[in-house]
């Protein structure tokens, strides 16, 4: 009986080191799965963090980008008016006129003509921008239009009008290499001056 109780108590002793070997395998298998679920739950976290920061500061930068606009709405029409008044000087310069103008068999009569003409146009095409610009440079802006208009009549009196334009581009040429006409550039550095003061 004694070596009954010691094998049965022996079959005990095996069933809880069994039971205790699963419970063993369970919890390293319970402890995996939470060390997964941990570190799934940190990079998810991080990941959340990176974009929501990156979504903020998207947000904020363009919230600054829009204060300028907000502050001074008429800015950009400022400085778009200030662009195509450039471009209105450099297009009435008279050797790029004289470029865009001139024709084969043309006369001085007809390429004066087509330049006052393309002065006037450019001209009318930009009046509106003087409400964007300050009184003084639109005066400055009309004075070197008015400048470029009188060296073309200038030199074409020098010429007969029903000579051909190749007469004219000579005598310009002549004109600009004893004379220095800087109204359109001091017309553009005038523009330049005002469009950096209001930005």
Not at 100 to 128: K, P, S, Y
Request: aromatic share 10%; hydrophobic share 45%.
């Amino acid at each position: 009986m004694v070596a009954q109780k010691v094998f049965s108590l022996r079959k005990f002793i095996k069933y809880i080191l069994f039971l205790l070997k699963m419970l063993e395998q369970k919890i390293y298998e319970l402890l995996l799965i939470l060390a997964t679920i941990s570190g799934v739950t940190t990079a998810v976290w991080w990941l959340m963090k990176f974009y929501f920061d990156k979504k903020y500061q998207l947000a904020l930068h363009l919230q600054q980008a829009q204060k300028p606009t907000t502050t001074n709405p008429t800015l950009h029409l400022r400085l778009a008016a200030y662009e195509r008044l450039l471009i209105l000087c450099e297009r009435i310069t008279i050797p790029n006129l004289i470029s865009r103008l001139r024709t084969e068999g043309g006369t001085v009569g007809e390429l004066r003509l087509a330049m006052l003409i393309a002065i006037q146009q450019e001209f009318e095409h930009n009046v509106t921008q003087q409400i964007y610009v300050s009184e003084n440079l639109w005066a400055i802006l009309q004075a070197a239009r008015n400048n470029t208009a009188e060296i073309i009549n200038l030199v074409a009196s020098k010429s007969d009008s029903r000579a051909e334009q190749t007469e004219f581009i000579r005598q310009m040429t002549q004109f600009f290499s004893e004379n220095s006409d800087n109204s359109l550039e001091t017309a553009q550095n005038a523009i330049r001056q005002e469009a950096a003061s209001v930005q």
